[in-house]
Structure formats: C-alpha cells, structure tokens
C-alpha cells in the first residue's frame, strides 16, 4: 500500500477456500503423513477451529452459507448446482465488503460451473476470475499467479480476496512429484480413524456400475491399490499445498502480511468408507461435515493472543459475523443464524453454539444434529410429495434415523439407534425444534425434499467430464 495518510488501514481480508479438503489429512490436525507443510507453517500462526462443521453440502449450499452467515434452510440453496436462486435481498460479504470500501477480488468458479446456476457468487466484485474447472492439469499454480498479480497491486483501499482451490476434488490426478509422493505401495494403509484396512475388491462390490466408473474416470495406474488412490488425495493436498505456501509467501514479501486476515477453510471433506461411501463427499458424517479452519489475524489484533487452538463448535455461518467484527466492515440489517467467533478467539467465551444443524439434498436428501457429543442423522426417503428418493446408488433408500455416541465411536461405525430409543427421541426431537425454527415463517415444501439429482444424471455425466491425464 501507500504510505499517503489516507490510506485506509482496515486489513486486507484473504478467503482461501480449499475443495473437499478433510482435516484429519492435515498435519496441523493431526494427520502422521506430511501432506501440509504450508497450511502447518500457517497454523502455527493463527488460530485453529478444531471443531467446525457445515451447515449444508456439498459445494454451492457450503460457500452460499459461508458468504452470507445464514443457514441453508434460510437462504434456500441446498444443492449443487444449485436449483434455487439466492434471493436479491441477501447480502453476502463482498458486497458489504465493497460498500464498505474494499476492492473486491474473486478467483473462483461458482458462477461458470453448473451451468451459471450460481450466478449470485459474483455479487460485490471488482473483479470476478471466473474459471471453468479442469483436473489433471496446474491449475492452482494458475490460480496463485493471479491473486499474488491483484494482492500486490498498490492500492489506497484494503481489499477482499477469494481464490477458491479444486485440488483434492475428484477426479483425484496430481502432477508429480505429487502423485507419487504419499505411495507405500507394501502399506496397508487403516481406514480414517482406526477403521480396518480397504481392499478396493470390498469398495467396488459395494456398488460395481458406479465404482468402476468412478475409478475409471480418475484414470489411475494403479486402480487395484487403495494405497494408491489414497495416495493420490494426498497428493492433491501436497499440491495444494505448495501453491498455498506460494501465496502466503508472496504476501509476506510485498509486506502486506501483518495487516492481512487470512482465512483457510474447506467446503467439506470427502469420504474414505465413512457411511459405507468412498471417493465422494455425500452423507452428513463428519468425514464430509467437518472442516479445516484456520484464521490467522492481523499483527497485534486485539482480539486474542493471534494463535492457539479453538475447541468451541463453530459453522461455516459464523464466518461472516466474524470477519464483519474483525474488519469494521457492517453486518446486514437482517439477523443472521451465524454467530461471531470473536469470543472463541480472544477466550471471553467457551461456546457460541452447542450444536450445528446440517443439511444435503444434492446426491440423498438427509438432516443431521451434531452436538459435541452425539449425532443424529435423518434420511428422507421420500420427496414432498411422496415419490421415493434413493440413497447415493440409486437404491431404495432405508428411512431409519441413526444415532451415534461421538465420545466412544468418533469414526460414526455404530448406530445406537435401536439400543438408545430415549436418546434417539431427544436428539430427533430436538433437530425437529431447530429446524422449524429456522423454517419459520415458510410455506413452501421442506427444501431438501426433494431437489437434488437423481443417480443416472450423475452416472450418465460420471467419465465423460473430466480432461484426462
């Protein structure tokens, strides 16, 4: 920036959101593979959410939330691509951003993917980058190039940027040295969170048709290999990470780090067995639901020490409230469903939530209550207006809730619902409540019922979208 004394000294605000990137394949969160390195070195520096979950998936209901500090059931976008449109009245933070006097950046494909059904993720940009995503190719290095050209631009105004990562998104395909770079090819490696071993045999009997054609589109050498496919997830975030490193670093040297709020965060996770899927992001367990967040505040920010580990439960809604709060920028009129994590941050407060209520409709209609300790989870079997839904393989779909104790089964591998009636009615109950509170004052149908696409749209597009290696 200019040293002019009108210079506006509000800091830069830089969203770095990261596809489907689990936590628990990161360093900082405690994965033993050294994936992050980068995304470590920042963590070390700022402060870490240790349980975050969002609030709707997968992609466009996740950042619609994050950008608006609503709920899905308030904003109404609960698939991607989306089949809703964001009311106008909605003001996301760009646009709050530039009325505020930020210049505003996106690096982002929301807008162009999905045949322009996101058009809103272009509201309160200077400069909207669109891009059309394309695995198996250097696309982040693309992506970086541009936002270090627009963040070390000499500007009198603070400025907003959000650069939006695919790598770890399926089709996995890192260049090398990546694609190699995680693979014991004499290891087994266990499934997340001490599950047994996977044998790709026992993935692909689960359901052959979609399986195969899954795999088939990653083009993999080796696609027997479970080490190997893993590996390859891995790879992405290690290749991601490198351009994550390339970012900060390019901030650091043009000197705007100090008075940068930086913030990383995923949409969602992905899938490595949990609920009976792999290789996707669908099912409302906390292998899909829990995010990476890690907020790293301005140089001497007054609110908090500036690192350390958080505890209390945050949402992908409490992103707005926050960085309005952190920036000076006003909030919207409206009320929001988001809170503040202010609190969690400078240690005032222990919790600003006791619970995240989550929603998908994309692949399977469902509704899930997470708590610190339990979970319930709601799957809808039916539409609005009583047409059957299938589950993600185009089966019939089993209605039964689960309930799941986080404190002896984190891995979610054991219902409890038969063997807990009473807790699973208090759970249901209570999901119930949270939800008609944030439907209030709506008429139309429940909107996860019945809006998402069915199995053959996606089988039909699955191998035919992706450029390959």
Not at 77 to 86: K, R
Not at 223 to 250: C, F, K, T
Request: with cysteine; net charge negative; aromatic share 8%.
């Amino acid at each position: 920036m200019n040293d002019d004394e009108n210079v506006d000294r509000r800091p830069n605000i830089v969203i770095v959101a990261v596809d489907t990137l689990r936590p628990d394949h990161l360093g900082c969160y405690g994965y033993p593979i050294a994936t992050s390195p980068a995304i470590d070195a920042l963590a070390a520096e700022s402060v870490v959410f240790d349980q975050a979950y969002a609030a709707g998936i997968p992609t466009t209901p996740s950042f619609t939330t994050l950008l608006s500090g609503l709920h899905p059931y308030q904003h109404r976008v609960v698939t991607h691509p989306a089949q809703v449109h964001l009311d106008e009245d909605i003001q996301l933070l760009p646009q709050l951003a530039k009325e505020s006097g930020y210049v505003t950046v996106a690096l982002d494909n929301l807008v162009v993917q999905g045949l322009g059904k996101g058009t809103w993720f272009a509201r309160g940009y200077d400069h909207y980058s669109g891009f059309l995503y394309k695995p198996f190719g250097d696309q982040s290095t693309q992506l970086t190039d541009r936002a270090l050209e627009f963040a070390t631009k000499p500007r009198d105004k603070p400025l907003l940027l959000f650069i939006h990562y695919w790598d770890p998104h399926t089709p996995y395909g890192p260049l090398p040295p990546y694609d190699e770079m995680h693979y014991r090819p004499d290891e087994v490696p266990p499934g997340p969170q001490g599950m047994p071993a996977v044998d790709m045999a026992q993935v692909r009997a689960i359901h052959p048709d979609y399986y195969e054609a899954f795999l088939a589109d990653m083009n993999l050498r080796h696609p027997d290999d479970y080490a190997y496919v893993l590996a390859q997830y891995d790879g992405e975030i290690s290749q991601v990470d490198h351009q994550i490193g390339r970012l900060i670093n390019g901030l650091k040297a043009h000197q705007s780090w100090d008075n940068t709020l930086l913030l990383l965060v995923s949409d969602h996770g992905e899938c490595f067995g949990e609920g009976g899927l792999y290789f996707d992001h669908h099912g409302l367990y906390d292998a899909v639901t829990r995010l990476a967040m890690i907020l790293k505040l301005p140089a001497g920010d007054r609110s908090g020490p500036g690192q350390g580990r958080v505890d209390g439960m945050v949402s992908h809604e409490d992103v707005l409230p926050t960085l309005c709060e952190l920036s000076g920028i006003p909030r919207p009129a409206y009320d929001l469903t988001g809170r503040s994590m202010v609190p969690l941050i400078d240690g005032s407060a222990s919790e600003i939530r006791s619970s995240v209520v989550s929603v998908e409709s994309t692949r399977q209609a469902s509704a899930a209550l997470r708590t610190t300790t339990e979970k319930v989870i709601v799957p809808y079997a039916a539409d609005a207006a009583g047409l059957p839904l299938p589950d993600l393989y185009g089966r019939p779909r089993d209605p039964a809730p689960r309930l799941f104790d986080l404190r002896d089964d984190p891995a979610e591998r054991c219902d409890q619902a038969l063997q807990r009636p009473a807790d699973l009615a208090r759970m249901s109950a209570e999901l119930d409540r949270r939800r008609s509170s944030l439907l209030a004052g709506r008429t139309d149908p429940v909107p996860e019922q019945g809006l998402g696409l069915p199995y053959d749209f996606f089988m039909h597009r699955r191998g035919r979208t992706a450029t390959r290696r």
